[in-house]
């Protein structure tokens, strides 16, 4: 059984950054592919960023080029830094481990973009 920690989030300003962190416990975590959702209030949870190793990263078109994944696997730690931030990037950003045939989710962090 793995439990994912999401902490980070919070209010940020419009362009300005912030760095989600997914801590996890209770797995081999460095087995699990990891992804960041989103959900935005009223829409349906979406994509946002996955990582497998640390070169094999894919992201949304909605972000590439402004957030980037990463991964401690000696932390057990995925993170999403977030830059250039739009208010439509606000949601409650969630992050998922992988294993076939066996995923796992975080409960959550609240990220609001507004000024």
């Known amino acids: 059984q793995v439990q994912l920690v999401e902490s980070g989030g919070g209010l940020v300003q419009p362009g300005g950054p912030l760095r989600l962190s997914c801590a996890a416990s209770?797995?081999?975590?460095?087995?699990?592919?990891m992804y960041w959702y989103r959900q935005a209030p009223g829409k349906q949870r979406e994509l946002a960023a996955s990582i497998r190793s640390s070169v094999s990263t894919n992201y949304a078109d909605s972000v590439r080029g402004r957030f980037t994944i990463s991964r401690d696997n000696a932390k057990n730690t995925v993170y999403l830094q977030m830059n250039s931030l739009k208010p439509k990037d606000t949601a409650v950003y969630y992050c998922?481990?992988?294993?076939?045939?066996?995923?796992?989710w975080g409960q959550g962090t609240q990220v609001t973009v507004s000024s």
């Open positions: 998922k481990a992988y294993s076939f045939p066996t995923e796992y």
């Open positions: 209770g797995g081999i975590f460095s087995t699990y592919a």
